[in-house]
């Protein structure tokens, strides 16, 4: 796989949660472009571990995708940088430790 693609677009009453997908794509050192809509920056943070393009814009999404399928566009080199960024970002023991201090944060006020 060179591209992972998580067009989301809005549907009346469905949420895209976190984005788990996402994270999955980055963690097995692939590129993924995902829409910068709901929950999906929160997992994805662009140039970082994807690439985040607006909901809807066929023609962003097209350009995104050439310019990611070019030769000039390391995708091995990107992929790695990624898995790194988003263990380094999103592991379980991770957001258990960000979970936790917002509890605590949250009972100290």
Do not use: M
């Amino acid at each position: 796989v060179d591209l992972v693609v998580s067009p989301n677009i809005h549907v009346p009453g469905s949420i895209e949660g976190f984005g788990i997908n996402a994270i999955e794509t980055a963690v097995c050192e692939r590129v993924v472009i995902a829409a910068n809509f709901q929950g999906l920056p929160d997992a994805i943070h662009d140039g970082k571990n994807g690439f985040l393009v607006p909901r809807e814009d066929a023609t962003a999404w097209r350009d995104k995708i050439v310019a990611l399928l070019s030769e000039d566009f390391d995708r091995a080199a990107f992929g790695k940088r990624a898995r790194a960024y988003t263990i380094a970002h999103f592991s379980w023991a991770g957001i258990a430790e960000q979970y936790c201090n917002a509890l605590i944060t949250a009972r100290n006020r």
